[in-house]
């Protein structure tokens, strides 16, 4: 991250994240299939949207996890997030599984305007996350409450999120990757785990993948549900700042432990999220905060978040680049 070079960018869209951050372009296009745009964007200080999975064409992106992977920008304001993502937007005949945004009743159309949102604080999503990351988040709460309703500690849905999500980018994952994987290309990898992680991968029985897309149907009731009682979800989007590049992960902060995150669960229910900075925490390293909406519900969180960062300057901040 350029904020201190010591420190990892955030992956899997590490370039995208890193070079915003620093000013060598407007914004950039990165990818999610778990966390890989929310992460970046919280590591290097930048604004970053994960769209509604099928709102924005993959078509010529590498393939991880068809079922998962999505594209959205990263840029300097939410407000540019909004800009990118009215153009790269919409349905491609070269991906299939892309498609025009629903019509859905929005403040610009005037039948939400001036009403004042409701946001739900995730359960657990901040109390065991690093001092300053929680702190940082609180006062972007107190901000909020400036413009909105918030309620604190709303539970999501009891599924299990984070073996399903494995199962099915491993699965998934082995399947695009299965002739370098049968052919022993994996063994050039830097990373140990990596050289070993597509074998394992490939043993996911059939079974055990069908179940956890069978959840995704009942998780997508239950999240559409939760959203009728709450207009967005918010929550830290890391429970730490960015690791150290010389430290494997769970070497890095062995203290910050069992903080919850809903990233594995949105993008199982394929919902749009947007990460924008908050504050800073040690070493100089940004934190963020992440706003969560229904499918297709970009603009609400545009408008929100928007509010947001008209009345905070985190997204101004910029890093000290030789």
Known sequence: TPWNTEYWS???????GAATAAGLLSFSIGSETSGSIITPAAYCGVSGLRPTYGAVSR???????WTLDKLGPLCHSVEDCDLVFSVIAGYDAADPTSRMRPRLATSRDGSQRNRRKKLAVMKDSYEKAQPEVRDNFLRSVTALKEFADVEMDVGLPDFPYGASVGTIVGAEGAAAFREQIETGQMRSLASPE?????????????????????LRGPMRRAW????RKFDLLIAPSRSTVAYPINQTFDQAYPDIRGAASPIAACNLVGVPAVSVPNGLGPNNLPTGIQFVGPAWGEEVIFEVVGNYQKRTDWHKAKPAVA
């Open 194 to 214: 990596g050289r070993v992680g597509g074998y394992t991968a490939s043993l996911i029985t059939a079974v055990d993948y069908l179940h956890a897309m069978r």
């Open 10 to 16: 955030g992956g899997s869209s590490s370039g995208p």
């Open 59 to 65: 078509h010529g992106a590498m393939a991880l996890c």
């Open 224 to 227: 559409a549900e939760m959203f």
